[in-house]
């Protein structure tokens, strides 16, 4: 099955929001494909106060946890799994130490253009966290 997913991908801030804000200033995201049909994802931006983080992971879509490595991770998680719903869609779960910190739905329009991640998770104070973020593909 192919994956509509795979591409380069950067946050169109005017048509996304995050609870608590404020949203990101920048951020883009690289999905690729790897030799055994994993993913490999990259992720880089801007926060809003200015600060630059990079993230990413690499794994298999079958639900098992893969090691998020680097700084600025959504809700402070360290490990991330998919699950494939459909050729468009794939869920996430990002955890930290195990918990569950953030639930994401990735969607890729039916054109291929746009991404929409969907997420509710809990931020490490305890608090609801959730967001949707539109990116374009570049």
Sequence with gaps: MTNALLGTWKLN???SAAEPGP??????R???????????????????SGTAYSYG?????????????GSGTR???????WMRVDSHTIDSKVKKAGAVVNNVRLEVSHDGKVLT??????????????????????
Excluded: H, M, W
């Design 30 to 48: 690289v999905y690729e494909a790897t030799a055994d049909d994993g993913l490999k994802f990259f992720v880089q931006g801007i926060d809003a």
């Design 75 to 81: 809700n402070g998680a360290d490990s991330t799994s």
């Design 13 to 15: 801030v005017e048509k």
């Design 117 to 138: 991640l969907r997420e509710r998770g809990t931020s490490p104070g305890g608090g609801a966290t959730r967001g949707v973020r539109i990116y374009d593909r570049i």
């Design 57 to 69: 992971a690499t794994g298999r879509i079958d639900g098992r946890d893969c090691p998020l490595t």
């Design 23 to 28: 949203l990101v200033r920048s951020e883009s």
